[in-house]
């Protein structure tokens, strides 16, 4: 069976999953992304939006839509 290898450092991505290095002494921000997409969040996600609801525009882009129009 073949070893997968990652793209961006050539090191093997095998079980367990682990952050390999570059020659630089950095850890390989491929292998980093999918370490990380393997990890369960540490905290339940949310089923309610928290913060504004209703128009997506900000408030600023709101009072000038409102500006203009009273000029009129």
């Given at each position: 069976?073949?070893?997968?290898?990652?793209?961006?450092?050539?090191?093997?991505?095998?079980?367990?999953q682990?952050?390999?290095?570059?020659?630089?002494?950095?850890?390989?921000?491929?292998?980093?992304?999918?370490?990380?997409a393997?990890?369960?969040?540490?905290?339940?996600?949310?089923?309610?939006?928290?913060?504004?609801?209703?128009?997506?525009?900000?408030?600023?882009?709101?009072?000038?839509?409102?500006?203009?129009s009273?000029?009129?």
């Amino acid at each position: 069976m073949a070893v997968p290898i990652c793209i961006q450092c050539g090191q093997t991505t095998a079980e367990p999953q682990r952050l390999n290095r570059l020659p630089d002494g950095k850890i390989c921000a491929a292998c980093r992304d999918r370490l990380m997409a393997s990890i369960p969040p540490a905290l339940p996600a949310s089923t309610t939006r928290v913060g504004r609801t209703g128009s997506a525009r900000s408030p600023r882009a709101a009072r000038k839509t409102t500006s203009r129009s009273r000029r009129g």
